[in-house]
């Protein structure tokens, strides 16, 4: 077949698809080993900002939300005997988009640089004219054994570190290099190694090595997949078998790779190896699942329901040409404020046009949303709901209270208002609408084996979850997954399917929900019903 055939055909109708006089550029970004957090700030940066995304088999699907969505995304995924694209293929494939005026950033799991075939693509786009950069990423070499407890170098044990691919294309070749690895001392590295690790340990020991040299054997290392055996070069490979390993696979020879010299560093984590699914906005879903991510859970993101702006309209344009006769601006959420100060902006406004009037926030994070824009919050109810506010808003008889945010939103705090006396306007800015594919992800995960925690965020989102289901199929598909409600009315929604969360937060905050799960996890389980 020819070449240019094989090569994906660009998505139609995108505005970079536009061929340019002037080249694109190519990154070549190293992914890290697995975990989403090894990714470096200048590979996340360039990720958000380019056009093309093209990514190996063994890069983190976690990283593409870093990514923009109008962003073209490439499988180029490379596994032994099992190639989407050919590595001539990719390459052409880079220098095709970047002449067309594209970013492209190609994700290389690991370093590009290191066994990952960076230097022929660099070679390509020389030899094509494309300017390009590399971004260096953070080795399996040594990360896949720091979260193993292997410290690859040791002051008093090993003073240096080698490092080997298992997978070349001259055997003859690799054989002579591992002979000559017998004799070099230190801590052996050897990289995609499993499927020849009982040839690599026969060749070492053939050479010299003391068949009882510790051996480390890590499959998926940084990942909650991780697993690991330690042993030596007398047993690793029957021991790893028997331990149901497989690719891909870091192998660690030497005196560092030794059980008893093992850090238990991730012991530590309070959250390690549990996974956790979060119904929340896309756009909002990034900073909590990087906070997840750091106490050692894997996270999965479902966002149910998107959001939009709803178009101006003369009314909504009427309320704006009147906001200096409003007292209060009460904002529930942060996508309320997102929205509120778009619409400022779009009328060539600033936070100047804001002045003599007063901002309640419901919950620390809207509160940090206004302030990130300059202004900061009179009054943040205790209790953080609308019920909370309108205890707490000081109200006189022809207050004025403008209330941005969502035509779905409860009217409990404008009843409330009026009871007292108060004018409130509702100020509709942005909508909601459920996500299907999102859900269909989220119920074929379920269906593959439960999930530790299930976290819904929105009365929409657990409608979502229940709608179409009976009361028996939400506990089968729920059955051994710890639901936590974030509030009181999407614990409603789940109470009436008959599938009631098993913890609903009083105090719907990040914060919260990281001190609830943690605790869970200290053995706290009576938050939870006898569930966890």
Known sequence: MDLQARLPTPTPNRPSETKSEMPGRVYLVGAGPGAPGLLTLRGRALLAAADVVVFDALVNPALRRYARADAER??????????????????????ERARAGRTVVRLKGGDPFIFGRGGEEAVALEAAGIPYEIVPGVSSAYAVPAYAGVAVTQRGVSSSVHVFTAQGADSKNEAVEWARAARLGGTLVFLMGYGRIGEICRALVAEGSDPRTPVAVIQWGTTIEQNEVFSTLAGAERDAEQAGLGSPAVVVVGETASAERRFHWTDHLP????????????????????????????????????????????????????????DWIVFTNSLGIEAFFERLAARDWDARRLAGRRFAAIGPETAEALAARGVRADLAPAQMTQDGLARDLPMAAGTRVLLPGSPRSRDTLQRAIERRGGAAVRLPLYDSAPEKGALDALVADLEAGPMDFLVVLTPLAAQMLVEGRSTGELKRLLGRTSVVSFGAQAARVLDGAGRPADLTLGEPTLDALIRALTACENGDSHLFRGRV
Do not use: S
């Not at 490439?74 to 220098?95: F, S």
């Open 74 to 95: 490439i499988d180029a995924g490379k596994r032994a005997g099992a190639h989407t694209l050919k590595q001539e293929e990719i390459n052409a494939l880079l220098v």
């Open 271 to 326: 959250l390690f190896r549990r996974t956790i699914g979060f119904t929340r906005d896309a756009r909002r879903a990034v900073p909590w699942l990087e906070a997840f991510e750091g106490l050692g859970a894997r996270v999965f993101d479902y966002p149910l329901v998107h959001t939009f702006p709803i178009p101006p309209t003369p009314d909504t344009e009427a309320i704006l040409d009147r906001l200096n006769e409003f």
